[in-house]
């Protein structure tokens, strides 16, 4: 078939039209998995871009029935886009801490669709002078679909922790 052209019948003989094929999209529901074994299953987008879901890490796989943790987010747009860029959030279940992603779902020319994000994970801390220590953050490059049962790649579970030298630390204070 060819998709560059089209032809149309027209007055006397053929007319040639040149076509555009539309560019695949990237879509953000269904089942995503990472190259370490984190695995995250998002919901159908609400008409204003609101999904949910569930996120489980590699290390707690043995444990799936139990500690799949609840993620909550949003997709920029209403609309299916070519490349749309999203965020959310993950409570887990195992410890009394949580994480924020962001990023934006890529698909190349022949419709691998592929996430890019970084994250950040915060975990309870006991007094203000911990505070460096709570806050660990991942940048990523994630490869392109992996082989196996329609599932697509998240970004890594690794965290980089932060030392007190290398912590930059803004304060909100309260305006009430």
């Known amino acids: 078939?060819?998709?560059?052209?089209?032809?149309?019948?027209?007055?006397?003989g053929p007319l040639v039209l040149p076509t555009v094929s539309l560019p695949f999209q990237c879509v953000l529901s269904g089942s995503w998995r990472s190259?370490?074994?984190?695995?995250?299953?998002v919901s159908e987008l609400s008409?204003?871009?609101?999904f949910s879901g569930s996120y489980l890490s590699a290390a707690m796989a043995p444990k799936a029935d139990r500690l799949a943790s609840r993620l909550?987010?949003?997709q920029h747009g209403a609309s299916p886009t070519e490349q749309p860029t999203f965020g959310f959030t993950v409570k887990w279940q195992f410890s009394d801490s949580m994480s924020v992603f962001v990023g934006q779902c890529?698909?190349?020319?022949?419709g691998e669709e592929t996430l890019q994000t970084m994250w950040l994970l915060r975990q309870e801390?006991?007094?203000p002078g911990a505070d460096w220590k709570a806050t660990r953050w991942?940048?990523?490059?994630?490869?392109?679909?992996s082989e196996g049962p329609k599932l697509k790649l998240l970004p890594s579970c690794h965290s980089l922790p932060l030392s007190p030298s290398r912590a930059k630390v803004l304060t909100f204070p309260s305006l009430t």
Do not use: N, Y
């Open 106 to 110: 890529f698909v190349d020319d022949q």
């Open 1 to 12: 078939v060819d998709h560059t052209h089209r032809t149309l019948q027209w007055c006397g």
């Open 138 to 145: 991942v940048t990523g490059h994630r490869l392109p679909r």
């Open 125 to 127: 801390v006991g007094s």
């Open 35 to 41: 190259s370490v074994g984190c695995k995250m299953v």
């Open 47 to 50: 008409e204003a871009g609101a």
């Open 72 to 74: 909550h987010g949003i």
